[in-house]
């Protein structure tokens, strides 16, 4: 029911924009576009995912996603899907740049901008402390996250391995770009109990005895300590966990704290949508993304990461009115 469909009626602008949708991949791959803003999931469907990252870097085209989370830090990629991105790079001379919020710019440039401010750094923590009960996306949040699900079942996004594999890419870029060598990369992870039955506005009821928080850490090793640390609390209720780090108004927020001298601390909250943190912070990925691209467009053909790609001011956004 979206093809034809204007893209400003697709987005709720009140306005037509004069891109219609359409399901013939081909035919836009035809046309030979400067750049492709791939936003589809990644999550349950990574090989096909890369299919079509690849055809549209195959295509000439400029690829900025949040898609493929072990792109993030493309040195370290395994070979399996960096190099079918090579080899459409070399084929069609497009690009690739993947990123996000978190994974994304809040453990990468956010906390290696903050980092140099300090006289002396000896921890970076990198924060994700949200409310997930105005997220709009079910299936994530009660199977791949685990949330209303019973405590012995096993949350795709937490086996052994898998918080490694999302975020240990950004752990890795932050340690390159300070230069230091990681002894290796460890992960822990705890979870919560609801002690009542909760309602949400988007997803329904979540019952009492099922999960209700989860945190975990995904640290960088440095000479035996854990130097850098990239930790996530996630709620489906505020009252879940009360002991655990807290965003400052209950809702969510990414933080970037710098243990040394002078300890600094930094939290970012964004909103959209009437409010809505969860959308502020998708707002957030596309900003980044789509920022990118100019300077995409005119680099040279290749496969980028977050300590290639400046993070540009707001040229020619201030105080510019939607058309």
Not at 32 to 58: E, H, K, Q, T, W
Not at 140 to 151: A, D, H, N
């Amino acid at each position: 029911d979206k093809v034809g469909r204007d893209a400003g009626d697709l987005g709720g602008l009140g306005r037509e924009l004069g891109v219609a949708a359409t399901d013939d991949i081909d035919a836009v791959l035809a046309t030979r576009p400067n750049a492709v803003v791939y936003a589809a999931s990644g999550d349950i469907r990574a090989d096909d995912a890369l299919a079509d990252i690849v055809r549209a870097i195959r295509a000439g085209a400029v690829v900025v996603t949040p898609s493929i989370y072990a792109l993030y830090d493309q040195l370290n990629a395994p070979s399996e899907l960096r190099e079918p991105v090579l080899a459409a790079i070399a084929e069609g001379g497009g690009s690739l740049f993947v990123s996000g919020v978190d994974p994304g710019w809040g453990n990468d440039v956010l906390p290696l901008l903050i980092s140099g401010l300090g006289t002396t750094v000896d921890v970076i923590r990198c924060q994700e402390i949200f409310d997930y009960s105005t997220y709009d996306q079910e299936d994530s949040v009660r199977w791949l996250v685990g949330m209303g699900q019973p405590m012995d079942y096993e949350p795709p996004m937490l086996a052994p391995m898998i918080p490694t594999m999302v975020w240990g890419g950004q752990v890795r870029l932050m340690a390159r770009a300070l230069g230091v060598e990681l002894d290796e990369v460890r992960e822990t992870v705890d979870r919560r109990p609801l002690d009542a039955t909760v309602s949400t506005t988007t997803m329904g009821e979540f019952e009492a005895g099922t999960q209700g928080a989860i945190r975990f850490e995904v640290q960088g090793i440095v000479e035996g300590e854990p130097r850098i640390v990239i930790e996530h609390v996630t709620r489906i209720h505020a009252s879940c966990a009360p002991d655990w780090p807290t965003p400052p108004d209950g809702v969510g927020a990414h933080r970037v704290i710098i243990e040394g001298r002078p300890r600094i601390e930094v939290t970012v909250e964004a909103t959209d949508e009437g409010g809505n943190r969860s959308a502020g912070g998708n707002a957030t990925a596309v900003g980044r993304l789509v920022s990118a691209i100019d300077w995409l467009v005119a680099a040279e053909p290749g496969l980028y990461d977050a300590l290639d790609i400046p993070l540009r001011p707001a040229v020619g956004k201030l105080g510019r009115k939607q058309p």
